[in-house]
């Protein structure tokens, strides 16, 4: 089994820039889609961001021309570009891998530790 680690969290301000990586122990080439989920404290987890392997690419509306994700197979990582950070931003970030089962999203695998991402002045 692929295991995929979160890197690259911190403490921002506002408007501030992260770029978040998840990096795969191999094989990324071969997983059809991967996201990026995030969970604030009391709240549940929702999905930030998703990539598939032809490139195409869905983003929340929260975070729709802010952030940017990307993959790059030949380094089996997967990146999340946060720009313009606001506060509600704040939370703990995963990647996963996921799937298409019967035309729904599903996730394939366990969630790893995350990264935490806090924005504050």
């Known amino acids: 089994q692929v295991h995929l680690v979160e890197s690259g969290g911190g403490l921002v301000q506002p408007g501030g820039s992260l770029r978040l990586s998840c990096a795969a122990s191999g094989g990324m080439y071969r997983m059809y889609a991967l996201g990026w989920y995030r969970q604030a404290p009391g709240q549940q987890r929702e999905l930030v961001a998703r990539i598939i392997r032809d490139g195409t690419t869905y983003y929340a509306d929260s975070v729709k021309g802010r952030f940017t994700i990307s993959r790059d197979n030949a380094k089996n990582t997967m990146y999340l570009q946060m720009n313009t950070l606001r506060p509600e931003d704040t939370a703990v970030y995963y990647c996963?891998?996921?799937?298409?089962?019967?035309?729904?999203?599903?996730?394939?695998?366990?969630w790893g530790q995350g990264t935490q991402v806090t924005v504050s002045s």
């Open positions: 996963i891998e996921m799937t298409i089962k019967l035309s729904n999203w599903e996730i394939f695998g366990s």
